[in-house]
Structure formats: C-alpha cells, structure tokens
C-alpha cells in the first residue's frame, strides 16, 4: 500500500525528490514519514508530516537541506533531497502512522514501503 521512487545514484551537492504513492487506508493516516537505513546502522527517522500539513519534522542532519510534503489529491508524499552528502546514502522508507502516538518512533508506524536506494558519490 506504499510504493516509493526516486531513487538513484547522485553526485554530492546533487538533489533528488523521492516519492511514496499511497492507496487504501494509508493515505489517510494519522502522519506520514521517511526513514532511512544505512549499511550496518539502525534504521532513523529522517523526516514526518501530519495529515493537516501543520507539524513536519526533521532530523538534525537533514534540516535546511530535505523537505518533506504531501500531495492529499495524489496520494503522495514527497522527500525533496538537496545538497546532498555521501553520508544520505541509504535505503529510505516511507512509513504510514494511522492511530497517533509518538511519531518519533519507529514502533508507532504501522505500514511500510519496499525502500528505494538512494546512493551519493563524492
């Protein structure tokens, strides 16, 4: 119920906009977010959107350089990746959080993507 795309190989500075179509009772979740996963590091929360637009959240080495958004008439969510560093590579996650709760962790969202691979060259 959660597909994403957009990602790719990049060179450093470079952007890329990743996309996260959603159907059925996803799209009408509480928040949605992108996590992320590097090899041999824990998967992180790297960005969250509630339903009303009116709180997002970024991760501290993210903020000023990704941004994440919806699209309620598309059913899509956005991550919107610029400058990015060798360090943002990693497969990201969107993640749907129907029922609320903490949307700082990772437990609290219920339906997951696939995961597209998003590598940065130096």
């Known amino acids: 119920q959660l597909v994403e795309s957009g990602g790719g190989l990049v060179q450093a500075g470079g952007s890329l906009r990743l996309s996260c179509a959603a159907s059925g009772r996803t799209f009408s979740a509480n928040a949605m977010a992108w996590f992320r996963q590097a090899p041999g590091k824990e998967r992180e929360l790297v960005a969250s959107i509630t339903d009303s637009n009116r709180w997002t959240y970024y991760a501290d080495s993210v903020k000023g350089r990704f941004t994440i958004s919806r699209d309620n008439a598309k059913n899509t969510v956005y991550l919107q990746m610029n400058s990015l560093k060798p360090e943002d590579t990693a497969v990201y996650y969107c993640?749907?959080?129907?029922?609320?709760?903490?949307?700082?962790?990772?437990?609290?969202?219920?339906?997951w993507g696939q995961g597209t691979q998003v590598t940065v060259s130096s």
């Open positions: 993640a749907a959080n129907l029922y609320g709760g903490n949307l700082y962790m990772e437990r609290t969202y219920n339906y």
